[in-house]
């Protein structure tokens, strides 16, 4: 059974910050994102977890092996690099999306995201390191099947965009809707999702969904560990075996039962 712990990172009272005392130039704030973006994929993959930036301004993180202390630093650093400071809420669950649920409410219940009073809120229980399992991460690393010879080398860069998003909307919904997952676009033709324990006929009936809708054909590997980067390693690892082997799904522990993961 998995035990996500996922992280709400949510600028602090931004949204004024960006019009105060006039509007900044949106390059400036373009800028101050992405860096920061970046910065937190380093702070929280230093320490084995991921960050996906969804809408910058509010980040998700998976952070298994992340304490409170973890966080804190995490928070003191910002502070210190950034003119915003963050606030993180914190929570575990079975399914990632109502660990993401509680982990929201915690900072709404602190205050709005754009009360200037609310700053830098730390809430929420950490996964204590006797309750870890080495099979508390589940990730799924989903790709379009050959992106670059159906769409990059034969449409314009922005119908191709089109394309890549149909099919990571179609997939973020049906995964949150069937399974209470959380899948983000991380760039190129590449979802990762943030799953629950879901077996290889549930990611089956998702690429089948996703090709039944909108015609945007995919292929995924998973795998499960401690922490979300081993998780993640293991699914680029299964995804390289659909490569090889021409199918859709495989997961990780099964090839590694079957002795056929080694060779990567
Ligand atoms: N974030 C991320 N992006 C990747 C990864 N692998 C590939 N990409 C991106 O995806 C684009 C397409 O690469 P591939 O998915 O390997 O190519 P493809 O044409 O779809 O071919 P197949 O996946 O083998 O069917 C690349 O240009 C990269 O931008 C990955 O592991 N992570």
């Not at 809120?121 to 992106?147: K, S, W, Y």
């Not at 590449?190 to 969904?209: K, M, Q, S, W």
Request: hydrophobic share 40%; aromatic share 8%.
């Amino acid at each position: 059974m998995t035990s996500t712990q996922v992280t709400l990172i949510q600028i602090d009272n931004y949204g004024p910050w960006t019009v105060t005392p006039e509007p900044r130039r949106e390059v400036d704030l373009q800028t101050l994102q992405s860096r920061l973006y970046a910065d937190l994929s380093q702070l929280f993959g230093n320490r084995e977890g991921y960050v996906f930036f969804t809408r910058f301004d509010n980040m998700i993180a998976v952070t298994n092996g992340l304490d409170r202390d973890a966080h804190a630093l995490i928070q003191e650093s910002v502070r210190n690099r950034y003119p915003v400071t963050i606030s993180l809420g914190v929570a575990v669950d079975e399914r990632p999306a109502a660990a993401l649920g509680r982990a929201s409410t915690l900072l709404q219940d602190a205050g709005s995201a754009q009360d200037e009073t609310r700053q830098e809120i730390l809430q929420g229980d950490p996964l204590p390191e006797a309750e870890r399992g080495p099979e508390d991460v589940q990730i799924a690393h989903f790709d379009v099947n050959d992106a670059t010879g159906k769409y990059t080398d034969q449409l314009n860069a922005f119908d191709t965009f089109i394309h890549i998003e149909q099919g990571y909307a179609e997939l973020m919904r049906y995964m949150r809707n069937a399974h209470d997952s959380l899948s983000f676009f991380v760039g190129g033709d590449n979802v990762i999702a943030v799953c629950p324990d879901l077996a290889e006929e549930e990611y089956r009936d998702a690429v089948d969904h996703v090709r039944d809708m909108v015609g945007v054909e995919l292929k995924v590997g998973v795998g499960r560990a401690r922490t979300a980067q081993d998780a993640g390693m293991q699914a680029k690892h299964a995804l390289e075996v659909c490569r090889e082997h021409r199918t859709d799904v495989e997961l990780d522990w099964r090839l590694e039962e079957a002795g056929a993961g080694d060779s990567f």
